[in-house]
Structures are given as structure tokens and as C-alpha cells.
């Protein structure tokens, strides 16, 4: 959804700088609001409008009438706020008046912000138009992720190669632990039991067990527990 709003130029902020919500304003706020219907209210889209973490957003603009200058600002599920999103391409490309334009640099959320399976990130254009007026717009894009395991190789020779790379996904921020097992069940070694951000993490593993000793050749499975999401993969260590 486009939600648009508009500040008249007595504006304290000087138009560009306020961040207050009108939803959130008082009375006397609101009489410095034009309101957006018949007023200067810029477009922004950003898509696709679900993705995973590690998934790219394409935001495009557009204003109804010529601009003095404008911005692109990013809030995340975390209270966060990125204002340095494409910057540089911001500050050298002046809109055509109803024509979209597309910011040429993707977005990728890369990491769930909160504890939740699913949040939302907000793409706001804040525009100043010549005559002083200040008008923002906002499109929302729901971040999910699901859970994976991989391993950078399946033959890991630790004294030519130095680490195996452990990458996990998690849906959200929670708990995860990894464990090394042989092929007979037999529990060789806790890698990790902690707190992990949602998205994409790795864990770099040098073949050692828990006591500093190299584990001999063979075939070994490693695991990833995260609340009820149990995967594992099997591997071969050679020497």
C-alpha cells in the first residue's frame, strides 16, 4: 500500500526533517496538515510485497508534480531506521514529474530484526516540493524466512582446507544448536547451543573434537536443532 501525507511549509521541521506520524499528532499539529487528497503526495512502490530474508526488494517513485529535493528512508521491524540507502544515486537524479523511476540498488533484508517468524520493513520517500510543501509516502513489504542447513563441501580435508563452513538459516531470532555425530549414532562433539539471529549464519568448524584431537577419516553427520526444526547432513572427513 502507497499511504501518503503532506506538511504545509510552516512546518518546524523546515520540511524534510519531521518523522512524527500525522496519526500520532495532537490537535494543534494537525492544523499545519494539507490534507493528502488534494495535495502534493508522492508514490512509492516496493516489491515484490512478500520475500524471504535473503530475497532482493526493487522500490520505484514517482512525483505528481516538479520537487526541489527528496529522500529515501527504510524502517526496520526493530525501530531502526536507514537513511543512507542509495544515497548516492538519490542525490544525483532529479524526478520527472509522473513518470515512476527505479532505484537501480536492490534492497536485501539479510537478517530477521526481531524475535518474530514474520515482520515488516517500510520504504518512505519524503519529497520537497518547490513551492516548500513537504509530502511523504510509505510501501510495505513483509520479511519471512524458513530454516535450512548446508555445508560448504561434502569431503572436508582439514589440513589443506583449514575450516568447514557450516551455514544455517533460521525463520527468527532463537536458539540453534549444532552437534557432530558418526555414522553409528555416536555423539563426537557439541559445536554450539546459542542465540542466532533470524536469517542466514555460518559456523566455521576446523575438524577438531571437544579434547584438541583431530578426528580421524570417515564419514561423519552433522545436526541442527532449533526449537522443533530438527536437519541434519552427512559428510566425509579425509586426511
Excluded at 533484508?109 to 518474530?116: F, H, L, Y
Amino acid at each position: 500500500g502507497n499511504q501518503g501525507w503532506v506538511y504545509t511549509p510552516d512546518d518546524p521541521s523546515g520540511g524534510g526533517e519531521r518523522t512524527d506520524d500525522p496519526a500520532t499528532l495532537g490537535e494543534d499539529d494537525k492544523t499545519n496538515i494539507v490534507p493528502s487528497a488534494i495535495s502534493f503526495v508522492p508514490e512509492i512502490d516496493a516489491w515484490p510485497h512478500q520475500v524471504d530474508v535473503t530475497d532482493s526488494i526493487r522500490v520505484r517513485v514517482r512525483v505528481p508534480l516538479a520537487i526541489k529535493d527528496w529522500d529515501l528512508w527504510i524502517y526496520h521491524a526493530d525501530g531502526q531506521v536507514d537513511t543512507l540507502f542509495a544515497k548516492t544515486e538519490i542525490s544525483g537524479r532529479t524526478l520527472v514529474p509522473g513518470i515512476w523511476y527505479d532505484i537501480q540498488q536492490k534492497f536485501v533484508p539479510q537478517i530477521m530484526r526481531t524475535a518474530q517468524p514474520e515482520e515488516q520493513v517500510a520504504f518512505e520517500i519524503r519529497a520537497r516540493h518547490a513551492s516548500g510543501y513537504f509530502g511523504s509516502a510509505r510501501s510495505l513489504v513483509q520479511i519471512t524466512s524458513s530454516n535450512y542447513l548446508i555445508l560448504d563441501r561434502n569431503v572436508f580435508r582439514p589440513e589443506w582446507e583449514g575450516m568447514m563452513e557450516i551455514r544455517f538459516k533460521l525463520g527468527y531470532q532463537r536458539r540453534a544448536v549444532l552437534d557432530i555425530y558418526d555414522v553409528s549414532g555416536r555423539h563426537i562433539l557439541k559445536l554450539t547451543d546459542d542465540e542466532y539471529q533470524g536469517g542466514w549464519n555460518t559456523y566455521n568448524w576446523d575438524g577438531m573434537a571437544a579434547d584438541g584431537k583431530r578426528l580421524g577419516s570417515g564419514v561423519y553427520i552433522v545436526t541442527l536443532r532449533s526449537g522443533e526444526y530438527k536437519s541434519w547432513k552427512k559428510f566425509m572427513i579425509v586426511r
